[in-house]
């Protein structure tokens, strides 16, 4: 059985909130069909990137949607990153 959306939503910020990195940024959080949407703003590149990296770590997330600001960012993408072995196709659960 495939893990919840509220679940790995709780696992995504236990993730951040061990991370020094990320343990004080405020991001915000969101999980549909175990595709994670990012959103917020940091003050590097490298932040958002890391935001991104560890989100898609969490054991059952199938993309990341990114669209965290920060200074050098592109704009909001409608770009989905996703892991690899999944598919858009795929059905949740």
Do not use: C, W, Y
């Not at 994670?36 to 199938?62: F, I, M, N, W």
């Not at 704009?75 to 949740?92: D, F, V, W």
Request: charged content about 20%.
């Amino acid at each position: 059985m495939a893990i919840s959306d509220t679940n790995l939503r709780t696992a995504i910020f236990a993730a951040f909130a061990a991370d020094r990195r990320l343990a004080a940024v405020q991001v915000r959080v969101g999980v549909l069909n175990r595709f994670v949407h990012l959103a917020g703003a940091v003050d590097s590149l490298v932040t958002r990137k890391a935001a991104e990296e560890l989100a898609a770590q969490v054991p059952g997330v199938r993309g990341i949607v990114n669209r965290i600001d920060a200074p050098g960012a592109p704009s909001p993408a409608r770009a989905i990153n996703l892991r690899p072995g999944h598919s858009l196709l795929e059905e949740p659960g």
